[in-house]
């Protein structure tokens, strides 16, 4: 399985961007990345997903290097809304399942 | 927006009992997943269903797990005999196709309390 490393946890003060990262330096090319969090005591939620090129959508955005060995997600102003666990999975050709990882843990400060 | 349903929210019950757990995927969808989350811990896969077959599961689904579309819209989790051990929070996930490009949508979960 593809894998992934996020730093465990993050801090930032609201309405200010927050840009989380993610190493994946074993994706393979046809591997897309996907974000998701999960607020407390909630399911995982659906964030942004991309496979080469950069990606926007109503909540954040997605940054992918080059050579797609890492990647951002971008939240334009962090709101108290948006503390959470952020996961960055890698979705492999031939397999349905997610594979999360510990995530990482967004404190956003008032 | 449509959103996958669980049901209960919270289930208690005792070691060695049968529990059923519910889900109503999204009514388009295809493609039919159940996550568990220990506290504290990761989210893990434990199987996925697609046209009344178990499509992949991991080491965790063993026998004492099973899995069925009862009809159109359900989808449950059956623990057979349950043990300490899958006291969780359980996720039903699905997904309108298996494309590497879609997206799998999540319940809230049902939190499994296993005495």
């Not at chain 1, 200010?16 to 939620?45: A, F, K, M």
């Not at chain 1, 926007?56 to 997605?62: E, H, I, T, V, Y």
């Not at chain 1, 940054?63 to 959470?84: F, G, M, V």
């Not at chain 2, 009809?71 to 298996?98: H, Q, V």
């Amino acid at each position: 399985d593809a894998k992934t490393t996020q730093p465990n946890s993050m801090e930032s003060n609201e309405e200010e961007p927050v840009h989380l990262p993610c190493n994946h330096s074993t994706i393979s090319g046809t591997d897309y990345i996907h974000w998701y969090r999960q607020l407390p005591s909630q399911g995982p939620e659906y964030v942004i997903h991309g496979l080469t090129s950069n990606v926007n959508n109503r909540m954040a955005s997605l940054a992918i290097a080059e050579d797609r060995k890492s990647s951002t997600l971008i939240l334009h102003r962090a709101t108290l809304r948006d503390a959470a666990v952020y996961y960055c999975i890698l979705i492999t050709s031939g397999t349905y399942k997610y594979i999360f990882g510990t995530g990482t843990r967004l404190k956003v400060l008032a | 927006e449509p959103e996958v349903t669980q049901t209960p929210s919270h289930q208690v019950t005792q070691m060695g009992q049968e529990v059923i757990l519910r889900c109503v995927p999204i009514s388009n969808h295809l493609y039919f997943y159940w996550y568990r989350q220990i506290l504290g811990q990761k989210v893990e896969f434990l199987v996925s269903f697609y046209n009344n077959e178990i499509s992949e599961k991991s080491e965790i689904f063993d026998d004492q797990f099973s899995v069925e579309r009862p009809d159109g819209s359900n989808f449950t989790l059956k623990i057979r005999s349950t043990k300490l051990e899958d006291s969780a929070m359980y996720f039903c996930a699905s997904s309108r196709s298996r494309d590497r490009g879609d997206i799998q949508y999540f319940g809230a979960g049902t939190r499994l309390s296993v005495l």
